[in-house]
């Protein structure tokens, strides 16, 4: 099926309600959401050239939201097939199966991928895109959790992430990963980097993509 037109959405479906609808579920559920709208078209881009989608395999993206970065994903030339998109929220999981009917949308925890990928559980990804909150988690679980996102990359994979932190939101662990990040995104409300996660090739350090 092909994605159906403006015109016969409902109207809470409809991409021109995002805005409205993004901040709604913000002031109902601050923590989960981690922003008040969705990522500027530049910030999208800018995580999608820094994301690994030139390997070969399937991608992962975490908190899609309504579907910005999925959308970016598709205009830099990445097939709906390869992307599996996990969305917490009930009705933006919906929103995003109406939209997108060839991405793979499931409604689910991203932060229990065993539970939430079933029967793909040991896939190997060429990229994650990761959007879902985790400040809210002291360093060491974020640190835990990211280490086991870097060990569902394909060698040479990365996961990218959209946080406002201006530093990076999860400390590097010698031996497990290091990160990086692009340059500051001035049109995101707020602006922000995208942070880059690779396993670590031995040299672990905080360093700033030029
Ligand atoms: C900061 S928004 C990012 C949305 C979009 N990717 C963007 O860049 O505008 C975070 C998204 O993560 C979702 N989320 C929060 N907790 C989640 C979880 N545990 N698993 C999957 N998605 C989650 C929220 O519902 C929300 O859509």
Redesign the pocket.
């Known amino acids: 099926m092909r994605m159906r037109h403006d015109g016969n959405l409902k109207a809470a479906d409809k991409p021109s309600n995002d805005w409205a609808r993004f901040l709604a579920t913000w002031v109902r559920h601050p923590l989960?959401?981690?922003?008040v709208a969705?990522?500027s078209r530049s910030y999208?881009a800018t995580m999608v050239s820094a994301a690994t989608t030139e390997l070969d395999g399937p991608i992962l993206e975490?908190?899609?939201?309504l579907g910005?970065?999925t959308r970016a994903l598709l205009e830099a030339g990445v097939a709906p097939e390869r992307i599996t998109s996990?969305?917490?929220?009930k009705n933006?999981a919906r929103t995003l199966k109406n939209r997108y009917p060839r991405v793979n949308v499931i409604q689910?925890?991203?932060?229990d991928l065993d539970t939430t990928l079933g029967d793909q559980r040991d896939t190997r990804f060429a990229a994650i895109l990761l959007?879902?909150?985790t400040l809210s988690f002291p360093q060491e679980k974020r640190q835990s959790i990211m280490a086991d996102y870097i060990s569902r990359l394909l060698p040479g994979g990365n996961l990218t992430q959209?946080s406002y932190s201006p530093t990076p939101p999860i400390k590097p662990v010698p031996g497990a990963f290091g990160v990086t990040s692009s340059r500051i995104v001035w049109d995101n409300i707020p602006p922000a980097r995208v942070w880059i996660y690779s396993a670590d090739t031995a040299r672990t350090a905080t360093r700033r993509a030029a």
């Open positions: 989960k959401l981690g922003a969705p990522s999208c975490l908190g899609p939201g910005v970065v996990i969305e917490y929220d933006f689910g925890d991203g932060f959007a879902i909150p959209l």
